[in-house]
Nanobody, 114 residues
Framework: QVQLVESGGGLVQPGGSLRLSCAAS????????MSWYRQVPGKERELVAT????????DYADSVKGRFIISRDNAKNTVSLQMNSLKPEDTAVFYC???????WGQGTQVTVSS
């Protein structure tokens, strides 16, 4: 059974940092690109970042370029999202996603507030 479990969300002050992690199981992790999305209530999910199967290629939404870094560890079947210089508008539920399999994690809440 394909499963994605996110962790690392929480409350952080503007300008702070958080690191999200996604633990994957039930499929050959190293064969798949992985993505992070986020969603604010009442809005569609937004693609935040994508990383290729071996990590050699990454892509980011313009809104997070230069602040967020996506990475992966194929030995540990994990994908991470390092979020720096966080802004209140980054507040959302963040989801891990496998594009090729169309599988979502359960999401983790990130709240940026003073």
């Amino acid at each position: 059974q394909v499963q994605l479990v996110e962790s690392g969300g929480g409350l952080v002050q503007p300008g702070g940092s958080l690191r999200l992690s996604c633990a994957a199981s039930g499929f050959i992790f190293s064969r798949h690109s992985m993505s992070w999305y986020r969603q604010v209530p009442g809005k569609e999910r937004e693609l935040v970042a994508t990383i290729s199967s071996y990590g050699g290629s990454t892509d980011y939404a313009d809104s997070v370029k230069g602040r967020f870094i996506i990475s992966r560890d194929n030995a540990k079947n994990t994908v991470s999202l390092q979020m720096n210089s966080l802004k209140p508008e980054d507040t959302a539920v963040f989801y891990c996603y496998i594009p090729a399999l169309r599988v979502w994690g359960q999401g983790t809440q990130v709240t940026v507030s003073s």
